[in-house]
């Protein structure tokens, strides 16, 4: 197992880039089992969660190949005109997203049979609003076995009002309305830059979508759809990832290809904690002061502070001179970073959705353990400014969404290595 090793050693300083987006990754990879033919898909990220999609999809009679060297972002993948419309349990259970097969292969195959994803980490995460979105447009829906087995001669166009805003279930219900007869409403729908490059990608397909962005959608379903050639938006939340590392060290870092109006609520709090953040040609550029300031902060769906973030502004928070109050009103279980950023000096409480961060002048290194990919940054980061060694185990979690993050951090002058851990569990 690997983990990885930091010693504090003051400012991180230069220029770097966010890679392509997870969250936008992986619907649009599934989106292909929309249009037979072949796909190129460009700055796709090379993680761990993005080739499980694209094993699913290999799983089915796809044939994915990622190319190689410079070139290693594109992938291009071959959908055939028939699948086997299923998602085996072994492959959803090592990742959740792969519920996202539901929508195309429904509106496709007419037949879907997709493992039922569990909890995680984070929280319950239920998908009932995936399948009643389903079931709006037509689909006769089954739990047997584990399985989610949906059917429809084809779907229907309808109207769609979610009980909660959800973003992958937003993207399913979108992905099945594209070639559904006639016309479907999504209302309640998620605004996350994600749904928005999905429908960008739908619509570079030749779907009908409009609306995409705000909280209704509009979709006139056609008959067919055609591959496409699509280069993938930047990951916000890795290069908000990358601001705070120089918020949280008092550096200076041009993170290029990150799009401020994606950032927007990130970069506002980083502003309030006294960080000069300014947008550049090709990038965002943040330089924090020698200590932040306490900032509260409450997590909310797009627009509002992303839920993604939460961990690594309360790395931030942990140094800042005052206290400062979280909420996180997404996930029932996101503190799971709080009992390990304690062991690193931090004091925080957590009392429900709420936790009160009161600020240390100094993080202590130590050795920690990742819980899930958006804790495991947050611990990189409180090692960034920590005074000593931190070891961060079960780096597994971070290679689910940082394309080698560790790398980056280096060469922005981090002293970081990752190192096989034997010992690790
Ligand atoms: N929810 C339901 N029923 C549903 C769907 C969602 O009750 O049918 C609830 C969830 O339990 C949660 C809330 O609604 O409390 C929001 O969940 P959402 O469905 O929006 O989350 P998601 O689509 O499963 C995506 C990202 C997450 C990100 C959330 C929130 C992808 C692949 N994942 O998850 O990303 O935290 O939206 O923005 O897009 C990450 O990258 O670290 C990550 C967890």
Request: contains cysteine; charged residues 25%; proline residues 4%.
């Amino acid at each position: 197992m690997d983990a990885i090793v930091i010693t504090g050693n003051g400012p991180l300083e230069g220029v770097t880039h966010a890679s392509g987006a997870k969250n936008a990754a992986l619907p649009i990879i599934a989106s292909a089992l929309l249009a037979p033919g072949e796909h190129t898909f460009r700055n796709v990220p090379e993680l761990v969660d993005v080739n499980t999609m694209f094993k699913v999809l290999d799983t089915m009679g796809c044939e994915s190949h990622r190319l190689e060297g410079k070139k290693k972002n594109i992938v291009t993948i071959k959908v055939p005109t028939n699948v086997t419309p299923e998602a085996p349990y072994d492959l959803v259970r090592t990742m959740r997203a792969s519920v996202l097969v539901l929508g195309p292969l429904l509106a496709r195959y007419g037949r879907a049979r997709v493992s039922m994803p569990g909890g995680c980490a984070i929280g319950a995460r239920p998908i009932d609003q995936h399948l009643k979105g389903l079931q709006a447009l037509g689909a006769e829906i089954e739990l047997s076995e584990g399985y989610v087995e949906a059917r429809a001669k084809r779907l229907k166009g309808g109207v769609v009002t979610f009980d909660c805003i959800t973003v992958t279930g937003t993207e399913n219900v979108l992905m099945a309305a594209v070639l559904a007869k006639g016309r479907t409403l999504i209302e309640n729908a998620a605004k996350e830059p994600e749904v928005e490059e999905l429908a960008r990608v739908l619509n570079k397909m030749g779907a009908q979508i409009s609306g995409a962005g705000s909280d209704v959608i509009t979709v006139d379903g056609v008959d067919d759809l055609h591959p496409v050639d699509h280069a993938i938006i930047a990951d916000r939340i890795e290069a908000g990832t990358l601001l705070v590392a120089a918020a949280i060290t008092g550096g200076d870092i041009l993170v290029k290809h990150a799009v401020p109006e994606h950032l927007e609520p990130v970069l506002q709090k980083l502003r309030a904690t006294g960080c000069i953040v300014t947008v550049e040609a090709d990038g965002i550029r943040c330089k924090g002061p020698s200590r932040v300031q306490a900032v509260d902060l409450k997590t909310q769906e797009h627009p509002g502070f992303p839920t993604d973030m939460q961990a690594q502004l309360m790395a931030l928070l942990a140094t800042a001179n005052g206290t400062s109050v979280i909420t996180e009103n997404i996930f029932e279980n996101r503190y799971m970073h709080v009992a390990e950023l304690r062991r690193m000096g931090a004091d925080i409480t957590v009392d429900g959705h709420t936790a009160v961060v009161r600020g240390t002048a100094r993080l202590s290194g130590a050795p920690v353990m990742a819980t899930d990919l958006r804790a495991s940054a947050s611990l990189v980061l409180a090692g960034l400014h920590a005074e000593g060694k931190t070891k961060v185990g079960r780096v597994y979690h971070l290679d689910r969404g940082y394309e080698r993050l560790e790398k980056k951090l280096k060469a922005l002058g981090a002293n970081i290595r990752r190192i096989k851990d034997p010992g690790g569990t």
